[in-house]
């Protein structure tokens, strides 16, 4: 294993797919990719709906996005830096739908696995939203490391 790219949202689940990743890097010595993706709320199905307050709004929310960029990048830097070898460690943050951009930014990076938590989200959120870690386990090109609460 040469590569591997792990997701962090700060939750449960991914707190738990980095100590995996963590114990995957001190086996393996390998590479690691510390990807957090901010769910794009541009995307719903209004987007294409505009009013005399979306400029305002639109730049209350970018400001918004940048400092969300800014606690991510900081959340990143100190996982980062707990992991046993944290010059192999590289931080990426992009927007996105999580489950699509995991998969496309782990094949953009040649890596060799993908790490993900997993979490109960119930029968009807599952329905309708659907599981990330299901998503990127059918979808990936590589192999896929669920980390499951136990």
């Not at 990807?35 to 005399?52: L, R, V, W």
């Not at 009807?124 to 979808?139: D, H, N, P, Q, R």
Request: with cysteine; aromatic share 8%.
């Amino acid at each position: 294993m040469k590569k591997i790219i792990v997701t962090y949202d700060g939750s449960e689940p991914a707190k738990r797919a980095v100590e995996g990743a963590k114990s995957l890097q001190g086996c393996f010595d390998c590479d690691v990719v510390l990807y957090s993706i901010i769910e794009d709320i541009s995307t719903g199905f209004a987007s294409h709906i505009k009013t005399d307050s979306d400029s305002r709004y639109m730049t209350e929310s970018r400001q918004q996005q940048k400092d969300q960029l800014d606690k991510i990048y900081s959340w990143l830097k100190a996982v980062a830096d707990a992991f046993p070898n944290p010059d192999k460690v590289v931080t990426r943050v992009e927007m996105g739908q999580i489950g699509p951009q995991i998969v496309e930014h782990a094949e953009k990076e040649g890596c060799d696995c993908i790490v993900v938590g997993s979490r109960d989200i119930g029968a009807f959120k599952k329905l309708f939203k659907g599981s990330v870690s299901e998503y990127v386990a059918s979808k990936a090109k590589c192999s896929v490391y669920i980390v499951r609460d136990i």
